[in-house]
């Protein structure tokens, strides 16, 4: 059985960091592609920062960064200087590498407010 669970998220001020995983099971972690998505209310779910089995990351947020253990079966978005418009329910996501199996996670909430 597949699963992807994040944790991690809450309230934070603005200009705080967040640390969000992503515990995955039941498939081959390590030749999956992990990203993270967000999605705010009212608005579609947009990619975040994606990693690649051989470990090629693209960050379409500058201030956050994906990680991956393989060994743990673990990925991470460290998010620095965060911002309101930063608030979202955050989203892990695995794919093969052929593009025929997607996995989500059932998200983690992350509001920046003062």
């Known amino acids: 059985q597949v699963q992807l669970v994040e944790s991690g998220g809450g309230l934070v001020q603005p200009g705080g960091s967040l640390r969000l995983s992503c515990a995955a099971s039941?498939?081959?972690?390590?030749?999956?592609?992990m990203s993270w998505y967000r999605q705010a209310p009212g608005k579609e779910r947009e990619l975040v920062a994606k990693m690649t089995s051989s470990g090629g990351t693209t960050n379409y947020e500058v201030r956050f960064t994906i990680s991956r253990d393989n060994a743990k079966k673990m990925v991470y978005l460290q998010m620095n200087n965060l911002k309101p418009e930063d608030t979202a329910v955050y989203y892990c996501k695995a794919d093969n590498v052929w593009g025929t199996e997607h996995y989500w996670g059932q998200g983690t909430q992350v509001t920046v407010s003062s």
């Open positions: 039941g498939f081959t972690f390590s030749r999956y592609a």
